[in-house]
């Protein structure tokens, strides 16, 4: 009869065991890690339970925490990729999709030596704050976030104090306007789920965080 119990046991904690970290959701955050995603936070699923939402550079993405698969948000594409090494071929392919040829040209006559490029110039804070506006819009569901959004900065001091915090972080560090999009993403999906008068100052909060995650990782 003990070895029976015994049996049983064992079977439980290798189960355990399988779903901690064979589970396809936890190999996904094993592989994405691996390609320099970042883990940024958690969102309701429609069906129960929490997503994962990762970002790197101005991707966002979302893995399904029932199947597993990866939804690429930001570009947002309709079908799931059965995990990241589908998506980075996507992103691959799409990025060296060839331009047009032209045509063979005559050799052009020669120019006078150009003077030397003095580099991009830094967006001021305003452009920068519309181009993550731009970005929010494009996003699944971007129009009701872009508009939570700027009535919560036009409501709240916290919250427009964090927002406005975390896009001069952004500029300063050279860290794009659709990973700062993706941060509002996922501070306003944890609106949800949070209760209280104090809400608006807990989803600053979450800006907050994002703006020192930003430091950590850009100084590290």
Excluded at 57 to 72: C, K, P, Y
Excluded at 93 to 99: E, G, H, K, V
Aim: with cysteine; proline share 6%.
């Amino acid at each position: 009869m003990m070895w029976m119990v015994g049996g049983a046991l064992v079977l439980l904690i290798a189960r355990f065991l399988w779903l901690g970290y064979f589970h396809r959701v936890n190999a996904m955050s094993r592989q994405a890690e691996l390609m320099n995603w970042i883990d940024i936070g958690r969102v309701s699923n429609a069906n129960g339970g929490k997503d994962i939402l990762l970002a790197r550079n101005e991707r966002g993405v979302r893995i399904d925490w029932r199947t597993g698969e990866v939804w690429l948000m930001n570009p947002k594409v309709a079908e799931p990729f059965a995990d990241f090494l589908a998506v980075e071929r996507w992103l691959t392919l799409r990025d060296m999709a060839p331009a047009a040829k032209p045509a063979e040209a005559a050799p052009a006559p020669v120019e006078p030596e150009p003077t030397p490029d003095p580099g991009p110039v830094r967006d001021s804070l305003p452009v920068f704050q519309q181009k993550v506006d731009d970005c929010l819009a494009k996003a699944e569901g971007g129009q009701e976030l872009l508009e939570t959004k700027q009535a919560f900065e036009a409501g709240s001091e916290p919250y427009l104090e964090a927002s406005t915090e975390l896009s001069k972080v952004a500029l300063e560090l050279d860290v794009s306007p659709g990973m700062v999009a993706t941060f509002h993403i996922s501070a306003l999906a944890a609106l949800t789920e949070t209760t209280g008068a104090d809400k608006l100052e807990r989803v600053a909060a979450s800006l907050q965080a994002a703006a020192r995650q930003i430091r950590a990782s850009v100084t590290s």
